[in-house]
């Protein structure tokens, strides 16, 4: 496998030693706009609390004297088996935390056989990213996030570039047909630095320039305009050999409605608090999802992120019927902190926590862990 670029932040700083620890050393040395930009939510940022704050209210029962000896972390998903079931989420403009950005996470994540959802927003060509780590025979599952642009032809020509790159899914991202409301963002005055862009989306035409009348919306009467509907991904499906996952479902409705379209997997996401504040958190739907999907398709993934920052978080989400679970941020902070390294090291210590805790609470693998290992607190 070739090494990523070199840059000063190589070392992993001193001190740190749970993914808390990474947060508060990135947020010594980020930008302040690129810190608002990561870190941030939308309005009074009630739903990022929330994410954490259910995980934490969800506790663990211990069983014991059970046999172990022999237990793995691994999972199956997509027709692939993974080593343990830890994605990296799709988050933009990763140069901004790390020189190396995504290339950086990428390296990270095939190092330790975690899968890779590259963001379509992203600071490195597909491409780039692909090449990288497409070979390592260790490598966890390497998917592309797709926001559908106004440009279908466009869209169209982005499916087929991540086709051919090697990508093995889709991951249609459904809950932001608009920015969220990100006070923070815009009180720290954030704009992308010099030479930061979304680098697949070079070369794209602007959307044609809609004239509004008097008392018309920006938003209802233009841009809503491109935004998508069930009838989009059915479109995303037909011109794709790629296997489609939702991003972005809480409702159980729309669980059921992908669902019956056949999609490959779905993603219980509130987009990290980022777009509608005061939505519920991911732990708190993820059981009615799972319930939902269940009854039309009782084999179809389900996957979670939003929160998750200990390997106890980790099997609970496999305890309430998640195939595998995303984290966006946290990667963030160990990119900012020691760049490849640093992504290493914080999925190094989610999977040796959720190690710890199968131990102690008595399951071998994670198909032993089920709701009845779970209690609220």
């Not at 172990?68 to 079931?85: D, F, S, Y």
């Not at 169209?156 to 923070?184: F, K, S």
């Not at 999925?347 to 609470?361: S, Y």
């Amino acid at each position: 496998m070739s090494q990523p670029p070199a840059d000063p932040r190589t070392a992993l700083p001193p001190g740190i030693v749970n993914l808390a620890d990474h947060e508060a050393h990135a947020a010594t040395h980020l930008e302040p706009g690129a810190w608002a930009y990561f870190n941030g939510a939308a309005a009074d940022e009630i739903t990022l609390a929330a994410n954490r704050r259910a995980w934490d209210q969800i506790g663990l029962l211990p069983r014991v004297l059970r046999p172990l000896a022999g237990g793995h972390t691994r999972v199956e998903l997509l027709g692939r088996t993974l080593a343990h079931p830890i994605l990296l989420a799709p988050v933009a403009y990763q140069r901004m935390a790390h020189p190396d950005g995504e290339l950086g996470a990428a390296y990270a994540a095939a190092a330790l056989g975690a899968g890779m959802v590259l963001s379509t927003q992203a600071s490195t060509r597909l491409e780039a990213v692909a090449s990288a780590i497409r070979d390592d025979a260790g490598r966890g599952p390497l998917w592309f996030q797709l926001y559908l642009q106004h440009d279908r032809a466009f869209t169209r020509e982005l499916v087929e570039r991540a086709e051919r790159a090697g990508y093995e899914a889709l991951v249609l991202t459904v809950d932001a047909p608009c920015h969220g409301a990100r006070d923070r963002e815009r009180r720290a005055g954030f704009r992308l630095p010099a030479g930061i862009s979304a680098a697949n989306l070079l070369g794209m035409l602007p959307p044609p320039e809609v004239p509004l009348a008097p008392g018309q919306s920006a938003l209802f009467d233009d841009l809503l305009h491109h935004a998508p509907t069930w009838a989009d991904v059915q479109w995303l499906q037909s011109i794709t050999r790629l296997p489609v996952l939702l991003k972005g479902v809480l409702h159980p409705d729309d669980a059921r409605e992908a669902a019956s379209l056949g999609v490959a997997g779905i993603i219980v996401s509130n987009h990290g608090g980022r777009t509608l504040d005061t939505t519920p958190a991911t732990a708190t739907q993820l059981p009615q999802v799972v319930e939902a999907v269940r009854a039309v398709h009782p084999t179809m993934p389900v996957l979670v992120d939003g929160g998750i920052r200990r390997g106890t978080d980790v099997l609970k989400a496999m305890a309430l019927g998640a195939s595998a679970v995303l984290v966006g941020r946290p990667a963030v902070h160990g990119l900012a902190n020691a760049g490849a390294a640093g992504v290493a090291h914080v999925l190094r210590l989610l999977r040796d926590e959720l190690e710890i805790a199968m131990a102690l609470t008595g399951c071998a693998t994670l198909a032993d862990a089920s709701p009845a290992l779970l209690v609220r607190r």
